[in-house]
């Protein structure tokens, strides 16, 4: 337990990992151990594997709007170059759902046939094919198709943050909630603070999932391996949730149609 500590705060405070990342890490270690107990590499433990892992706590994670999608469309940036370089990229990973690794350097040497776009995925290492959409195209446009060079994502992040105090959807405030040991502590914050390059990848999913596109489908261009993988990027919010609900239940209310019976016309055989 004393190393189980050590390596807990380590992913915390030294890497500054998020509680569901330092979970799965803590699982990682405690499924070698479960193993080799079962396969007698080592006869036993002097902990309780019940009390190794720690809590799965679900981060302050956001997906936007389209709403909010549309107003960081529109938004007026013609006098500050470098938030509006960074505002095209998001965009792109909002119409993709690649994560930042791919779209922070997508190039016109990953437009196929002027009708797919199509990258090797940076960190699983296989490649991903999908539309090339309109809005993926005018964003290539206003480059002459020579986009921006990419910069770091500490750096964007602050960027985006910056860009997103300029939006006025965003500056609707999101209940969070952080963790002091054990203690629990809830405030609320403006959205724009909580904006990351992830939120792109979420924003994509959540965007698509509501409008009822079938997760398998949207798993072509995430490029996740099961759909509960991608359920975890689905951040739908109480509206998004009702216009669901409502959807399906204008579409089971419909009269089903029914089907003519075909006349046959008969004629006597010569």
Known sequence: MEFRNKYVSYLQNDLGLADSTTYRRVKYVK???TYALNSNYIDKLNINLDLFNTKDRTGNKIALSENEVH???????SGAKRLDEVRDRFLLGCYTGLRYSDFSRLNKNHIIDD????IEQQKVKTPVTIPFTDK????????????PEPISEQKFNQYLKELGAKCDTLQRLQETTTYIGNRERKENVPRYSLMTTHTARRTFATIYSAKGIDLEV?????GHTTTTALKRYIKLDDKQKADILRNEIERASKPKLQKETPIIEL???R
């Open 71 to 77: 107003e960081l469309e529109t938004i007026d940036l």
């Open 115 to 118: 009708k797919y776009i199509q």
């Open 267 to 269: 004629r006597s055989a």
């Open 218 to 222: 949207l798993r072509y261009a995430t």
């Open 31 to 33: 499924t070698i151990l």
């Open 136 to 147: 993926m195209r005018r964003v290539f446009l206003k480059y002459d198709f020579e986009l």
